[in-house]
Nanobody
Framework: VQLQASGGGLVQPGGSLRLSCAASGLVFRNYAAGWFRQPLGQEREFVAA????????VYADSVKGRFTISRDNAKDALFLQMDSLKPSDTAVYYC????????????????YGKGTQVTVSS
């Protein structure tokens, strides 16, 4: 199983970025999925999750109303649209997949991919 996040970069406060996660080695449509982030020197934290068909989503309070998670099962891809970015959003962002059709209650994933750095700074 491989999950590869991309799309990170340097953006000014108030700007936008769209992260992508390419999944391979699994039947992606059978997995719930999510985004997580880890600021430098801190523990990894939950950002957003989506069920296996994209009908249900959950967001951390810190990103609600600014971030949107989506997926395209035909392309085995997961996305995170990030708008109104703040310096506090600076972190390495990871995608994950859980072998369940619904979002896990503790947001735990069976697989995590390599991350992509997002830096929000002027």
């Amino acid at each position: 199983v491989q999950l590869q996040a991309s799309g990170g970069g340097l953006v000014q406060p108030g700007g936008s970025l769209r992260l992508s996660c390419a999944a391979s080695g699994l039947v992606f449509r059978n997995y719930a999925a999510g985004w997580f982030r880890q600021p430098l020197g801190q523990e990894r934290e939950f950002v957003a999750a989506i069920d296996h068909v994209g009908g249900g989503t959950v967001y951390a309070d810190s990103v609600k109303g600014r971030f949107t998670i989506s997926r395209d099962n035909a392309k085995d891809a997961l996305f995170l649209q990030m708008d109104s970015l703040k310096p506090s959003d600076t972190a390495v962002y990871y995608c994950g997949a859980a072998y369940t059709m619904v979002i896990p209650g503790n947001y735990g994933m069976d697989y995590y991919g390599k991350g992509t750095q997002v830096t929000v700074s002027s």
